[in-house]
Nanobody, 127 residues
Framework: QVQLRESGGGSVQAGGSLRLSCAVSGGTFTSYAMGWFRQAPGKKREFVAAISTTTWMRTRNYADSVKDRFTISRDNAANTVYLQMNNLKPEDTAVYYC??????????????????WGQGTQVTVSS
């Protein structure tokens, strides 16, 4: 059973930074592309970033709203994917989820493409 566990959420002021981590167990980490999504109260879950697993041409994909502020990375030896979030804004406030996609070469922006999900971690940005 593949399990994903997020950590690193918290409360920060606007302009601050946080680093989210997602540890994967129960599966072969390099078999999955990994993504980060977020969901604010009353809103749909939205794509944040994704990273493929291909070693010869690892690709990354970002939502326009976080491009140049957030960076997704993965450590295949540690079975962990990260989301470095800089220059945070109040509109970044949401529960952040990591997800795994068995189409390891993709960086899909749709949550429907991901088979496994974590429980989420809260990020709150105050102005």
């Amino acid at each position: 059973q593949v399990q994903l566990r997020e950590s690193g959420g918290g409360s920060v002021q606007a302009g601050g930074s946080l680093r989210l981590s997602c540890a994967v167990s129960g599966g072969t980490f390099t078999s999955y592309a990994m993504g980060w999504f977020r969901q604010a109260p009353g809103k749909k879950r939205e794509f944040v970033a994704a990273i493929s697993t291909t070693t010869w041409m690892r690709t990354r994909n970002y939502a326009d709203s976080v491009k140049d502020r957030f960076t997704i990375s993965r450590d295949n030896a540690a079975n962990t994917v990260y989301l470095q979030m800089n220059n945070l804004k109040p509109e970044d406030t949401a529960v952040y989820y990591c997800a795994a996609d068995r189409a390891a070469w993709k960086t899909a922006p749709s949550p429907n493409d991901y088979e496994y999900w974590g429980q989420g971690t809260q990020v709150t940005v105050s102005s």
